[in-house]
């Protein structure tokens, strides 16, 4: 009969095995190309906004386009608020229900139709991951899951998860406003410099802007919003984890609670785009360290319980 430790080793190991199967690696390339196809959407809602901007700019010293820049400056504004706003939120909702997938299956936990809603269709599935062009290797040891028995090897993961994307919202949402800032000053130094009246600064400058101001602001709220929601979830599972520990009847509130916490990642998860890779990459390696210290304080508390 198996002991206690060898129980929890071979869940540890069914775990870690689960996150590279075939059927896990097959979500893991349709979740990887339905966010790419998100993020090319809002990188060219993003670029547009940002080309109208700059011809908004030219307009302060080429006046003879300056009514064709405005109006297309307004629509832009229009079509992005009617339009591409729910296009972008649908792709966004598709890669999130997706991730969805891979982490219930992964972490064993019950399907909540009432939050996610139906599943994505096997069809789909497969069409999006075909998509995928990168390598294989690339998505194998999806999250870092720590020498713990169930449920605490899943809310070790949740950790990861609520941490280190609130952190990299945190940065990506930073960044946003410094330039949607930069570029509304930018407005009001090039009036007073150039001397045009206010009315023509409005007109020929931030008419332009306003769908880039617009998609800037929207973009700084949600991932505030979105990092501040997992930041508040992530301490209080800390502090559940503590308050469990030692104590023999924990695990199914422990579970539960792994349900919880999986609620809220997806609900964050929908709410806007994935930050772009370059957020993530640069400081990758300074951020693992810092989160590994996190799981190896979770694994020594766990342990000498």
Known sequence: ??????????????????????????????????????????????????????????????????????????????????????????????????????????????????????????????????????????????????????????????????????RIRQRYSFAILIVVATWAAAGVMLGSLLEITVADIVLQFYVPSLGALMMGLDTYRAQQLTAKTRSQALIVVREQIVAALGRPDSEPELSRLAREVQNVIFQTRVTCTRVPNIFFDRYRDRDRVDFQASMQELSRMVNAH
């Open 1 to 166: 009969m198996p002991t206690e430790e060898g129980r929890a080793s071979k869940a540890e190991s069914d775990l870690r095995e689960q996150q590279n199967s075939p059927e896990s690696l097959l979500l893991l390339r349709a979740i990887t190309a339905s966010h790419l196809r998100a993020q090319r959407l809002e990188g060219l809602r993003l670029s547009t906004s940002a080309l109208i901007a700059v011809l908004g700019l030219v307009t302060t010293t080429v006046t003879s386009i300056a009514t064709a820049v405005t109006v297309i400056g307004g629509l832009w504004a229009l079509l992005h608020a009617v339009g591409l706003s729910a296009w972008a939120q649908r792709e966004v909702q598709r890669a999130a229900l997706l991730q969805e997938m891979f982490d219930v299956a992964l972490f064993r936990l019950p399907w909540n139709l009432v939050v996610a809603g139906p599943r994505v269709n096997p069809d789909e599935i497969s069409k999006l991951a075909r998509l995928y062009r990168g390598s294989e290797d690339l998505l194998r040891g999806y999250y870092e899951i720590p020498e713990l028995p169930g449920p605490y090897d899943v809310l070790a993961c949740q950790q990861q998860n609520l941490g280190w994307g609130a």
